[in-house]
């Protein structure tokens, strides 16, 4: 084989996704859903609202970060160290947050969750602890699982299609692999909403 022969592979990723010059990116704007939903949170009254995260090194969770607080400058709320809880998102993750989360002083109003598994069980902690959702903690997930419809109140949550990702990232790479050309800094966007329910209602709870 010639050595003067280069092939060139092209790499695709979707949702968690790396720099590399030959790759396409398909994934949801996580920094403006993030802000969405502190936003939100922040128009039903919230002003002491706690992240809960992973570890800030994959692009999911930096932009998700970035997307908080992008929302509590917007509204002039100074942001806290102590209101950032990292780890890693399980539902017993969730569960030591909220101890974490009691320990506060004055109590936090909201939790922005970086997913829903870890927000159900932070709530679960402080439902039984006896703090009131939506009424003294509002709560807002990420991902829209199944389990966002199953607690009581039910969550408010970014939704987004994770088929549909992972559907364009197999049809980019199956035609790539049929030879056709592919723009190799294409990233592609989908759509994400923001679907509200009881656990960030605040304000249903001040009339």
Known sequence: MSHSLKRVFLL????????????????IDNKRAACEATRHLIEEGCRRIVHITATPKRNVYMDRLAGYKQALAEHRI???????????????????????????????DGVFAANDNCAVGCMMALKKAGVGIPQDIAFVGFNNDPVATIVEPNLTTVNYSGYQIGEIAARNMISHLKGMPLDSTNSIILKSELIIRASSKRSDYSK
Request: proline share 4%; net charge negative.
């Open 12 to 27: 695709s990723f979707f949702d968690r996704v790396e720099e590399h010059k030959n790759s396409t990116n398909v994934l």
């Open 78 to 108: 100074k942001y806290k160290e102590e209101y950032l809880i990292v780890s890693n998102l399980s539902q017993e993750a969730g569960a030591e947050a909220a101890e974490k989360i009691l320990n506060i002083h004055p109590l936090p």
